[in-house]
């Protein structure tokens, strides 16, 4: 059962300073001192936009020095620290809050946790493609177990931001452009963060985030604007947080970016009306790194100290490294500009957040005997396997080239087949690219007859000795995360070039994929055979990419974004709506001159190596639902899994529907010729709609049911509601 701390809650802050108030509210990482002149935060920002390469990071990371403010710290004016996930480090600091400080108030360790901690999992876009929420579950808890034995409580996950435009770097974090998947992947990773109980040593709070419609950003650029009708907020992006709210989040990240002309990090509307009042959270909400400060560049505050009174009042608790907070608060509240009880009730989501992780009772959760056992256990590793191998989505395969015979003779072409370090993607801060193992190192364990050339040196003369051939091409890790918008997102010209001269040899040629976005690939899918999507699958890549590849694994992941055929459709989505002059062949339609009207891949297109056959589809109106249900038989000679979908078109409505929105899917496990029935009801509730006055409005007429395996389903029914 929940515990209820507030009276302890009440009788802390009844003893507290101003100062140690505000000090409650400072978050800040170690800096970096001694080796280099450049902070941190410069230093993270050096290796993201690839001025210094990761090792040289790492490098850097070991020769510095950190300081960590301790004199700040004895003086109770830090209450949480980021980016420290190490428990030596972590207990050391926590001794001195509740040995040193006047309150002995306790130390909330936050962290990036995004897709795993050491043990690094296939980056969200990747995991969502594996439709299955008790996986995402499951890698969520693998995540908590090594971070906290590492001095973590709070992970800045789940990112739920649903994202349609695939410019956008980000896109890899989240669970791509669907809300309902963005909302059912979100729910399951705060649940494995979680766990059952916060007290809990391996339970880690989740920080959803970026809250909200940080996805929606103007032409996909990173931190851009963000503006978009209420109706489409609240039916598209909403949901998605709401359901991790729901599922129990203990606490949010605000975004960087306005919504309609006004930031997040002090919107009241947003932090105030719509999360503590109508969605009832009493939480923490934490800001962006410096967006405090940075409301002085968006143009709606004056200076800091009018961007921290402003958020304080918006309901931001807590200021990750901009110091608004610490030097400006106090001055606001003792001019009275600032009513001290708004700044309580901050100091009061920090206290309860630190009361529900048990850091009171017990401010050491961990110690380094735990954190050495704990990482990339043989367990943790055959997730991350399950995982990666869930993730892969076979794109084409053409005269059934996959999968390889066991003896074929193959060789593997491409950087990105050996280097370990790039498997993980981007946000992996405790990945080791020793963890990781390579296409090329997994051949090598399984023994397989292979020749390797990362350049292309010696095509002709592996080609003529081998089988088939493998091109491992992409996006570097660098090239998709946060500041990774791309205004160009093909294949780069080396890729393409390393492809086409592939397949020039004559010889049959795979490509597997390593990206942290869709790419338009129209050449690729045109020409080569085959395609395996691998995204970044994290420390099992190689392992699981081989499963699938030589057959031992049936591939089963289905596409959760779109795949353009051009940069320029971006964005490109399944649920946009049809206009009054739906794309097609003739001129007057809504269409590039230059560009097809259908994307390359749709969403939740994914191919196995059985095929799929849907019998009757049936729909029924029930008292409070619509209930739809379909057989799916297995048709092929391989035992397989079909993630079965279900659309929805509301043909004629208040404000004009997407042409199909997705309300159920199931994944479907099939041996070869079984049949099985796959069902959903779909409650009248999820139906419903906005108005152009904001009402919630019944779905009434007609709907169209359509079901199959991804967004094109052609099977349809109709049902009057
Ligand atoms: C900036 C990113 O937007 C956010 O997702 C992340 O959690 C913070 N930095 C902290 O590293």
Request: glycine residues 8%; charged residues 25%; hydrophobic residues 40%.
């Amino acid at each position: 059962m929940k515990k209820n701390y507030e009276e302890r809650i009440r009788t802390l802050l009844s003893k507290m300073t101003l100062e140690e108030k505000i000090g409650q509210l400072q978050q800040c990482g170690p800096s970096l001192v001694g080796a280099f002149d450049v902070s941190f935060d410069e230093l993270l920002n050096m290796m993201f936009d690839g001025r210094i390469t990761r090792e040289e990071f790492d490098r850097l990371m070991g020769t510095a020095e950190q300081d960590f403010h301790e004199d700040d710290l004895r003086a109770g004016k830090i209450g949480s620290y980021n980016g420290i996930g190490d428990s030596a480090a972590a207990n050391r600091l926590q001794k001195i809050a509740v040995e040193e400080t006047r309150l002995g108030i306790p130390l909330l360790f936050g962290y990036d946790v995004i897709h795993g901690f050491r043990t690094v999992t296939p980056i969200p876009l990747a995991e969502s493609c594996a439709w299955e929420p008790k996986l995402w579950e499951k890698t969520g808890r693998v995540a908590a177990k090594e971070a906290t034995a590492a001095g973590v409580h709070l992970t800045f996950a789940p990112m739920v931001d649903v994202a349609k435009d695939a410019r956008w770097g980000r896109v890899s974090e989240g669970a791509g452009e669907d809300v309902l998947l963005n909302a059912d992947y979100g729910a399951a990773k705060v649940k494995g963060f979680q766990g059952d109980d916060l007290t809990k040593e391996d339970a880690m709070a989740a920080c959803l985030k970026h809250f909200a419609a940080y996805g929606a950003g103007e032409a996909g650029r990173d931190y851009n604007r963000v503006d978009l009708s209420v109706q489409r907020l609240w039916e598209e992006y909403m949901p998605a947080y709401k359901a991790c709210i729901d599922a129990g989040a203990r606490a949010v990240m605000p975004a960087f970016n306005d919504i309609n002309g006004v930031p997040c990090t002090v919107n009241s509307w947003l932090l105030r009306d719509v999360l503590r009042e109508k969605w009832g959270f009493n939480g923490l909400v934490i800001s962006d790194s410096n967006a405090i400060a940075e409301c002085v560049s968006h143009g709606i505050a004056k200076d800091k100290r009018d961007a921290a009174k402003q958020a304080l009042l918006a309901g931001m608790d807590m200021d990750m490294s901009s110091n608004s907070y610490v030097e400006c608060l106090k001055e606001l509240v003792e001019s009275g500009e600032v009513p001290e009880r708004v700044l309580d009730g901050a100091v009061e989501d920090v206290l309860r957040i630190k009361f529900e992780l048990g850091l009171f009772d017990h401010p050491y959760q961990t110690n380094e005997e735990r954190e050495s056992v704990c990482m990339l256990t043989e367990e943790s590793r055959a997730i991350a396997r399950e995982a990666a191998v869930k993730s892969l989505v076979l794109l084409k395969n053409e005269n059934h080239i996959l999968p390889l015979k066991s003896d074929a003779k193959i060789g593997i072409f491409g950087s990105l087949a050996a280097d370990k370090g790039q498997m993980t993607g981007a946000w992996a801060i405790g990945a080791r690219p020793e963890d990781c193992v390579s296409m090329v190192e997994a051949c090598q364990e399984r023994g397989i007859s292979c020749q390797y050339s990362e350049d292309g040196k010696d095509m002709l003369k592996i080609a003529a000795s081998s089988d088939v051939l493998i091109a491992a091409v992409g996006e570097m890790k660098e090239e998709s995360g946060e500041a990774a918008s791309r205004a160009d997102i093909t294949l780069n010209r080396e890729h393409l070039a390393l492809v086409r001269d592939l397949l020039a040899t004559g010889k049959p040629v795979v490509v597997v994929l390593f990206n942290g976005r869709p790419l338009a690939i129209p050449e690729l899918a045109e020409h080569v055979p085959a395609i395996l999507e691998a995204w970044h699958p994290g420390v099992e890549a190689g392992p699981a990419i081989l499963d699938v590849l030589f057959g031992d694994v049936n591939p089963s992941g289905k596409l959760t974004t779109t795949f353009p055929a051009a940069t320029g459709q971006c964005p490109m989505y399944y649920a946009h709506i049809n206009t009054g002059r739906p794309g097609g062949k003739s001129k007057f339609t809504s269409k590039y001159l230059d560009a097809p009207v259908e994307p390359v891949y749709p969403f939740g297109y994914g191919l196995s190596y059985t095929t799929f056959a849907y019998g009757e589809l049936k729909v029924e109106k029930k008292e409070d639902a619509v209930w739809v249900s379909v057989s799916v038989s297995n048709t092929g000679e391989r035992d397989g899994e079909e993630t079965v979908q279900c659309y929805v078109q509301h043909v004629a409505a208040k404000r004009v529907r997407p042409v199909r929105q997705l309300k159920g899917y199931e994944k479907v496990g099939l041996k070869a010729g079984e049949t099985k029935e796959a069902g959903f009801m779909i409650p009248f509730a999820e139906l419903s709609y906005y108005d152009w006055d904001m009402n919630k409005i019944p779905c009434e007429g007609v709907l169209r049911v359509y079901v199959g395996g991804d967004s094109r389903a052609e099977l349809m029914e109709e049902v009057v509601l």
